[in-house]
């Protein structure tokens, strides 16, 4: 039997590569939607008005909470890829672990004694990776409510939407 040949190997190779990229391809679809979304709104006057209202509606909420500074921005942007970084070592620990699991079954050694202690070294990495995604994800919220750059970016797209509209109520 070859690696290359079995399939149960690379459903393995696919989940691993799955739980990997499960955070980047996340943060690709966030950073692309509003464009997305914007561009989705043109389609029509109506949906360009409501999109411009959406947007303005959003605005002045971050407008009512207190401007971060570049550097406390800055900052709070290094704890989420500290964060993140943390919690990618902390799955690729529990797969270690899961992977040595495995092999101990797979040889036939005798581990029913030993399966608590098992379990608490494999769900440990696994709450600590998901307390600290939570934490992660609230941070993120935290700064984007109060980041100047998402404010400008905010910004840049009303204007944007609201020149596109005037262009088309006028045509």
């Given amino acids: 039997m070859t690696i290359h040949h079995d399939l149960g190997w690379w459903g393995f ?3 691993i590569a799955a739980l990997v990229l499960t955070y ?4 690709l679809a966030n950073l692309t939607s509003p464009a997305i979304k914007n561009w989705w709104a ?6 360009l ?18 401007m971060l500074t570049e550097g406390m921005d800055r900052l709070l942007v290094g704890v989420e890829v500290l964060g993140f970084l943390t919690s990618m070592t902390l799955m690729l620990v529990d797969l270690a672990f899961l992977t040595g699991a495995m092999q101990l079954v797979l040889v036939n050694v005798m581990i029913l004694p030993k399966v608590p202690l098992l379990t608490l070294i494999i769900a440990t990495p696994i709450l600590a990776f998901l307390l600290l995604l939570v934490i992660v994800i609230r941070v993120t919220r935290f700064r984007v409510k109060h980041s100047p750059w998402d404010r400008e970016q905010l910004r840049s797209s009303l204007a944007q939407l609201t020149k596109k509209a005037n262009q088309k109520s006028s045509a």
């Fill in 13 to 15: 190779v696919l989940g």
């Fill in 24 to 27: 980047p391809i996340s943060l």
């Fill in 42 to 47: 043109e389609r029509s006057v109506a949906s």
């Fill in 49 to 66: 008005q409501k999109r411009i209202r959406k947007l303005e509606q959003q605005l002045a909420e971050y407008d009512t909470r207190e």
